[in-house]
């Protein structure tokens, strides 16, 4: 089942094939991009969210990952939970439009996201 909510100005939980998440926007950094919180049964980390000036205008690359906000080393993810975790935050993307996060507003377009992040193995 695929779901998604609005729990509050923000914060959006969803449910996919592995599971419960959350995904909430905390803040903005100007080298990192838009700051969002993930959480879920196993993992809860931040992820840094910027439009690709490399690419089209409605890409977002997600190029850093921290296990605190804008501070500390990236998390330890196993391999195998990596492409459900970018999975949940497609659907997150592809759901919520980020000039609207308070509700859920499907963007227009729907932005294509690049990982391109690094994490601990």
Do not use: C
Not at 6 to 24: D, E, N
Not at 37 to 52: E, N
């Amino acid at each position: 089942m695929l779901t998604l909510t609005a729990v509050s100005p923000f914060t959006v939980s969803g449910t996919r094939l592995k599971g419960a998440y959350v995904i909430a926007q905390h803040g903005y950094h100007p080298q990192m991009g838009d700051a969002f919180h993930y959480t879920d049964q196993k993992y809860d980390f931040y992820f840094y969210a910027q439009v690709d000036g490399d690419q089209p205008r409605d890409t977002l690359s997600i190029q850093y990952i921290s296990r605190q906000l804008f501070a500390g080393a990236a998390p330890f993810i196993d391999p195998d939970d990596q492409d459900y975790i970018e999975q949940n935050i497609k659907h997150y993307f592809e759901s919520v439009s980020v000039m609207s996060l308070d509700k859920i507003l499907p963007p227009n377009p729907v932005p294509a996201i690049m990982f391109r992040w690094v994490f601990r193995r």
